[in-house]
């Protein structure tokens, strides 16, 4: 509604009344709240329609609830601390599967778990110490309620075994040099032809590749030398050795090439000094008292 303003001389809008706070009781005892209408969107501006209520409740009515919960966080503090410290959750049981070459004891007592409470073990932490053992590859730690823990391990396994003078080890696919006791007597043999500090260089993973598919190609070829320049070489029976290079890809080609050049070789006798297959395109032999073919 308008009326005419005599100061200003100009219509002036009637003053809004203020709408007045409702209050209630909420159905719990003992709270009160009050519902107030949601300011507009826009200062001034009426909004259409009815206002949104909100409930707020009075801070004297939560005290209840306060306690309440409280209450319930001390409980829930007070079990969980007997639970970690009851004697039934220690570790008592460590079950180990998938090892050969160490004793379940030895993986046992690497995980330090005797004794602990079970949550507090960490299987992660644990893995990753059992994996510092040189047999141990991977290892998976799993826990069981109340107190028992299972251990699988994969152990390395022996892919050749490596000469270096008077030295014999195992070694792995990965170049890993084994324990004494790691030996696997089927496994192929390299023996190194410079063997001074050859133990103290990282063993190349590529002899080792060379000498397995020979082996599966080849199996009565078990024996093999390694020679730094030429790479993974068997010798015949006549003393001279027949290298095939670093590459695995070739030696079907290889090896056939050599059954075809072996009569002709032996015709040759002890003046052959070595054959070399590396370059299947271009092989050679090379005579002692000097030339080749």
């Known amino acids: 509604m308008w009326w005419w303003d005599e100061r200003k001389k100009r219509p002036a809008a009637r003053r809004r009344r203020r709408p007045r706070r409702r209050t209630y009781t909420s159905?719990?005892?003992?709270?009160?709240g009050e519902v107030?209408?949601?300011?507009?969107?826009?200062?001034?501006?009426?909004?259409?329609?009815?206002?949104r209520?909100?409930?707020?409740?009075?801070?004297?009515?939560?005290?209840?609830?306060?306690?309440?919960?409280?209450g319930l966080l001390l409980g829930v503090c007070i079990l969980g601390w007997q639970l970690?410290?009851?004697?039934?959750?220690?570790?008592?049981?460590?079950?180990?599967?998938?090892?050969r070459l160490l004793s379940s004891q030895h993986i046992s007592e690497a995980t330090g778990l005797r004794g602990?409470?079970?949550?507090?073990?960490?299987?992660?932490?644990?893995?990753?110490?059992?994996?510092?053992?040189?047999?141990?590859?991977?290892?998976?730690?799993?826990?069981?309620?109340?107190?028992?823990v299972h251990v699988e391990v994969e152990e390395r396994r022996p892919a050749v075994t490596w000469v270096a003078g008077d030295t014999r080890v195992g070694v792995d696919e990965e170049g890993m040099i084994l324990p004494p006791q790691a030996i696997d007597p089927q496994?192929?043999?390299?023996?190194?032809?410079?063997?001074?500090g050859a133990l103290e260089q990282a063993?190349?993973?590529?002899?080792?590749?060379?000498?397995?598919?020979?082996?599966?190609?080849?199996?009565?070829?078990?024996?093999?030398?390694?020679?730094?320049?030429?790479?993974i070489a068997i010798v015949t029976e006549g003393g001279w050795p027949v290298y095939f290079g670093w590459e695995t890809q070739g030696l079907p080609v290889q090896l056939e090439l050599l059954d075809r050049a072996l009569p002709m070789l032996r015709q040759e006798g002890d003046s052959v000094e070595y054959v070399d297959l590396r370059y299947p395109a271009a092989p050679y032999y090379h005579r002692r008292q000097g030339g080749g073919r």
């Open 116 to 148: 602990t409470n079970i949550y507090y073990v960490n299987t992660h932490e644990v893995e990753e110490r059992l994996k510092q053992l040189s047999l141990v590859r991977d290892a998976r730690v799993s826990v069981h309620l109340p107190n028992r």
């Open 53 to 70: 209520a909100s409930w707020r409740p009075s801070p004297a009515g939560l005290s209840g609830a306060r306690w309440l919960s409280l």
């Open 27 to 32: 159905a719990v005892d003992g709270v009160r």
């Open 36 to 51: 107030s209408p949601r300011p507009s969107a826009r200062k001034g501006k009426r909004r259409k329609g009815s206002a």
């Open 84 to 99: 970690l410290s009851r004697p039934e959750f220690r570790v008592e049981q460590i079950e180990v599967s998938g090892n």
């Open 203 to 231: 063993v190349d993973t590529r002899a080792i590749a060379v000498a397995q598919a020979l082996h599966e190609l080849r199996p009565d070829l078990r024996s093999f030398v390694l020679s730094p320049q030429r790479g």
């Open 187 to 196: 496994a192929p043999v390299i023996e190194v032809m410079e063997a001074e």
